[in-house]
């Protein structure tokens, strides 16, 4: 079998962050009719599929946060996102990661470079804002030459003889990394509405509304029913 690299995007992906960086979706177990048979496993029935009373049995169990049934349901996806953003993604516990390693490989080593710049919001240091009168190009252009130099600085550990462990120090937190994040729906569903928040850093953020997007075919009734309670799906 012809091994492929993990930095080229499954078919079923999205791209965000200007280009630079995507998120698809690998694989997943189960659907809708999956949870509502979960939640009713007791009476020992099986649907195939989906009627009136499941859907409306799926809305009872968001409601009442009985969540064990959406555990049921579990997507796994290859993210491809600057190492700042997979330090956010990470402190999610729930999930379980799987990482190319710079212990191993320097191939396709690639930086995040912002298409615009925001200003810091003042009264709130985990908030920024978009400035049409702000012009970071002259920025940006420094921010590509800082990732170039580290670039370089790293070949030049690598050439006189510095262990990969030890050179990888220097690369900055917009490296581009690949992972692999398996969540079951429960969890998935408490990591977009902490992520696809107006609280969330924009970056991580565009990352969470194109998760919704890979996932709305696999549970068109749960992304309705957020749509009417005011969400963004
Ligand atoms: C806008 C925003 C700003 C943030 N700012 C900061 C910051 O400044 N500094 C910082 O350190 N972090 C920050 N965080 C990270 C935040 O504190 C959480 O670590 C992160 O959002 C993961 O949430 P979680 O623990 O609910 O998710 P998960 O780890 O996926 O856990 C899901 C749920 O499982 C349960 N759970 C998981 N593990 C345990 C456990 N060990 N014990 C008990 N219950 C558990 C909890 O109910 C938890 O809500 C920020 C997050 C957001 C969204």
């Known amino acids: 079998m012809a091994l492929e690299?993990?930095?080229?995007?499954?078919?079923?992906?999205?791209?965000?962050?200007?280009?630079?960086g995507w998120v698809g979706l690998i694989d997943h177990l189960g659907s809708e009719a999956t949870i509502v048979n979960a939640?009713?496993?007791?009476?020992?029935?099986?649907?195939?599929?989906?009627?009136?009373?499941?859907?409306?049995?799926?809305?009872?169990l968001i409601d009442n946060k009985h969540t064990s049934p959406l555990e049921h349901m579990v997507f796994t996806f290859s993210i491809h996102c600057p190492l700042f953003?997979?330090?956010?993604?990470?402190?999610?516990?729930?999930?379980?990661?799987?990482?190319?390693?710079?212990?191993?490989?320097?191939?396709?080593?690639?930086?995040?470079?912002?298409?615009?710049?925001?200003?810091q919001a003042e009264n709130n240091r985990q908030a920024s804002y978009s400035d049409p009168d702000f012009d970071g190009s002259a920025l940006i252009r420094e921010i590509r030459a800082h990732n170039e130099a580290s670039l370089k600085l790293y070949e030049h550990l690598l050439e006189s003889g510095v262990c990969r462990e030890q050179a990888r120090g220097v690369l900055p937190q917009n490296m581009m990394v690949t992972f692999w994040g398996t969540v079951d729906l429960s969890n998935l569903l408490h990591f977009l509405e902490l992520r696809d928040s107006d609280h969330a850093q924009g970056e991580i953020r565009e990352y969470a509304t194109a998760i919704k997007k890979l996932i709305k075919p696999y549970i068109p009734n749960v992304a309705a029913y957020f749509a009417r309670k005011g969400q963004a799906w």
């Open 39 to 60: 939640a009713r496993v007791s009476f020992g029935k099986l649907k195939k599929e989906m009627d009136e009373r499941d859907v409306k049995l799926l809305e009872y």
């Open 85 to 119: 953003v997979r330090g956010q993604w990470h402190r999610h516990r729930t999930w379980s990661y799987n990482e190319i390693s710079r212990r191993y490989t320097e191939i396709d080593m690639e930086f995040y470079t912002p298409v615009e710049l925001r200003r």
């Open 5 to 20: 690299h993990l930095n080229v995007p499954p078919d079923d992906h999205v791209k965000v962050l200007g280009g630079q």
